[in-house]
Structure formats: C-alpha cells, structure tokens
C-alpha cells in the first residue's frame, strides 16, 4: 500500500501563491511512480492539475501551463504544486495521486491513478 499525505493548502486572495505538498510513503512506493495533482471544485468533476514522471517529464492541463508548476524530490518521495497568479475559479480540494509502473501513453489520465491523498482545500478569495 502507499499512502499519501498532502499539505500546503488555504485561504489566498487572488494573485496570491501557495505551494502544495505531497508526501508518498509505504513498502511499495518507490521513484517510479508517476505522481499528480488533481483538483474538484464543488459541483464540478474532478479534472487533472498536472502530473510528473521520475524523468521529470510533466503533463499540464492547458488552461493552467505558466501559472502551476509540479516537481518532485525522489529523495524525499515528495511532489509539489506551486501555484501562482491565483484565480477565484482555483478554489477546490486539491488531491495527490499515485500510479505505479508501468505507464502506458495514458500516463497522466485519471482513471490510471492507483492511489489517492485526503486531499487539501484550496480556497483563492477574490
């Protein structure tokens, strides 16, 4: 099992930054794992944020290219979020998410995701 435990989250005006973070744990994880953020805001589905391999190569949804930006530490076993310029309409809960190897082209997708964080309110007042 792997479990993931987020932090980072809170109330922010707009324009504001925060950085989310996410620490991976557990007999199986490893740097191997593809890592993601993912985010639902009330009444609306959940939709990808953006995603990261252990090469580093990333995956952003498009709207949110130049203003999120995702990292890992494989030493730590930790992703990040750093989200800047922030919006009213980025308030939602934010969730970390692991997928283990192997990875097909569909990597970032999040019916991939084999296992999930608890997730961290971000709220961006206007």
């Known amino acids: 099992q792997v479990q993931l435990v987020e932090s980072g989250g809170g109330l922010v005006q707009a324009g504001g930054s925060l950085r989310l973070s996410c620490a991976a744990s557990?007999?199986?994880?490893?740097?191997?794992?593809?890592m993601g953020w993912f985010r639902q805001a009330p009444g609306k589905e959940r939709e990808l944020v953006a995603a990261?391999?252990?090469?580093?190569?990333?995956y952003y949804e498009d709207s949110l290219k130049g203003r999120f930006t995702i990292s890992r530490d494989n030493a730590k076993n930790t992703v990040y979020l750093q989200m800047n310029s922030l919006k009213p309409e980025d308030t939602a809960v934010y969730y970390c998410?692991?997928?283990?190897?192997?990875?097909?082209?569909?990597?970032?997708?999040?019916?991939?995701?084999?296992?999930w964080g608890q997730g961290t309110q971000v709220t961006v007042s206007s």
């Open positions: 557990g007999r199986t994880f490893s740097s191997s794992y593809v």
């Open positions: 998410a692991a997928k283990r190897p192997p990875h097909g082209a569909a990597w970032f997708r999040e019916i991939a995701y084999d296992y």
């Open positions: 990261i391999r252990s090469s580093g190569t990333t």
